[in-house]
């Protein structure tokens, strides 16, 4: 690490703290002894989501949670569960190694952490991703949820 007062490319590490998503550290440079605070954070791969039209778009972690927030309206999930939705869909690509991922399969991430939560938000949830076209695909969700099937389409 290069020292900011002298720039020196050494230094030592007098404190080290995780804080938020990242880690405080303290420094001390070897050559002049002035001391310094960095950041360090997990540079997490860019996901591109490949839509079901074909094109493809960076993945917006705020669109997810926007979406999810619509499913979830006047039910009691925390914007804890939320987030750590949203956490575990990015954790799972990164944890592949992979770059790409289907608007598919996130949706079905979604799906299995709202069902596991709130079966009001997952039905809600699911009515905007399935884009169901008539009612007997929507009730056949609802029975699959009763019953303990996962998707619709897996019948």
Do not use: W
């Not at 790409?100 to 399969?105: D, G, L, N, Q, T």
């Amino acid at each position: 690490m290069i020292c900011p007062f002298c720039g020196f490319s050494e230094s030592k590490v007098i404190d080290s703290r995780p804080k938020d998503d990242r880690i405080k550290r303290r420094r001390e440079c070897i050559k002049c002894s002035s001391r310094f605070t960095t950041f360090e954070f997990i540079e997490r791969p860019i996901i591109m989501v490949e839509k079901r039209s074909g094109s493809y778009e960076p993945f917006n972690r705020n669109k997810l949670i926007a979406g999810i927030f619509n499913a979830i309206k006047k039910r009691p999930v925390t914007i804890e569960q939320v987030e750590n939705i949203a956490d575990s869909i990015e954790n799972h690509f990164a944890n592949e190694l992979r770059n790409v991922a289907k608007s598919k399969e996130i949706g079905e991430l979604v799906l299995e952490k709202l069902r596991e939560i709130d079966s009001i938000a997952y039905i809600r949830f699911a009515s905007v991703y399935e884009d169901f076209t008539d009612i007997t695909s929507f009730v056949a969700v609802i029975s699959n949820l009763e019953s303990g099937v996962v998707y619709a389409d897996e019948q």
